[in-house]
């Protein structure tokens, strides 16, 4: 293994997701797959029949995430997804200033469970995307 490319987000509207992590993050486009329309090689990949999708990759110097809205088949839960849940629990972010971005989050009306919460040498907060995944702020205090 190389390194880490990407993280993918699977969400109900690319639009409104992009634009999230684009203000949050920073983020750029750094490639807009635009509409597709099912494509027999897609399915075999996703192991899944008929897809049709649109995607975005965003990035900036530290993280790259694909956004994805599937057309179909579209899962059609409604409850976002649960920090116990099995698989991917969240994404976490280094930081070396949480206290600004906490104020920055809240200003922008992003959900946050609650203010940076002090661990000793790291300070943690959670957040929540448009479609309710969670977002990890760490703050680590260098070692004495």
Known sequence: MHSLH????????????QAFYREVFGMDV???YGASEPYEK??????LQNVSSRAVLLG????????????????ESSSPPAINRMGLSH???????????????TRLGVPCN?????FGTVRALYARDPDGNTIEWLQIEPSA
């Open 30 to 32: 750094v490639v807009d």
């Open 6 to 17: 990407h993280i993918a987000i699977v969400c109900s509207d690319l639009e409104r997701s």
């Open 60 to 75: 900036n110097d530290y993280l790259r995430i694909e956004l994805i809205e599937f057309a179909s088949p579209r899962d």
């Open 114 to 118: 609650s203010e940076p919460i002090d």
């Open 42 to 47: 897609r399915d075999r990949l996703l192991a």
């Open 91 to 105: 994404v976490a972010v280094q930081t070396e200033d949480i206290d600004g971005d906490f104020a920055r989050l």
